[in-house]
């Protein structure tokens, strides 16, 4: 494909916009990292019977040459060799990196994701940069979380740049969309989630909760000096156990949890800042907090 112009190149180039994303239930992955992890998660769903996943890749002779297993395509994906000129009108960025697809939603039910078990749950209420809506995914798929879940009012994770952010994350854990954080509060208290909201005026200390989960570990502490700092995920007002099944909420960049989606919560944890910094950002606390609840549960 040589014409930038042609109406195929700009019907790719439309699903940059939610509009055409909604009416058509696909999005744009773009980049060798990501559109390998969607051709990995395209065959792993067509060895289960389901549906695949990526249905148009196009991609420049040099990108095929520098990524052959990008070449080998899948089955059931139309795959089109295209100028750097076309990809640039297909993609969102203005240097792409030679290889778009175009692929199908993916996000699943919230109740098929809760009846799985889950154990950790990032949580983005009012989350409205793209950026950050990619990087905590990222950072949850890191941590071995079992689903990011978006509320209604948050960012459209298949924005390009959110999908850029995840750097191929996307396709490696559930992602839950448009979902009212208070059916999800009801739904993770008869399961028996805890919910922790990360607020900076949270009453518990994140790095308080850690140490007392490593002293339950280690053995190194006694009994009761280990529940009077951290007790269970159903104990009194000022314990919390990181080892506990969890749901993270995380808020807005600007103003944070809303005190609805604060009231929803077991307890609200906070990130302690040892240095001059007024906050961490959004994708910095999720991490910390993340990784926190994912050691506790692992040890």
Known sequence: M?????DRVRDVARLAGRSARLK?????????????????AHRERLSRGEEGLVTELYAS??????????AEGAPGVQTRLATDEVLSAMADTVNPQGVVAVCRFLHRPLSEVLDAGPRLLAVLCQVRDPGNAGTVLRAADAAGADAVIYSGSSVDIYNPK???????SLFHLPVVTGVDVAELAAECAGRGIG???????GTLDLDALQDASAGRRLGAAEKSTTDDAAGSATGSGDSYDLAAATAWFFGNEAQGLSEEEISLADHRVAVPVYGSA??????TAA???LYASA????R
């Open 61 to 70: 002779q040099a990108c095929l040459d520098r990524y052959p297993e990008l």
């Open 295 to 298: 050691r506790a549960q692992r």
């Open 278 to 283: 007024e906050s961490l950002n959004l994708g």
């Open 2 to 6: 040589s014409n930038p112009r042609a």
């Open 287 to 289: 991490t910390v907090c």
């Open 24 to 40: 058509r239930g696909m999005f744009l992955a773009e980049g060798p990292q990501s559109v390998r992890e969607a051709l990995v």
């Open 195 to 201: 919910i922790l909201a990360a607020d900076g005026y």
């Open 162 to 168: 959110a999908v850029r952010s995840t750097a191929g």
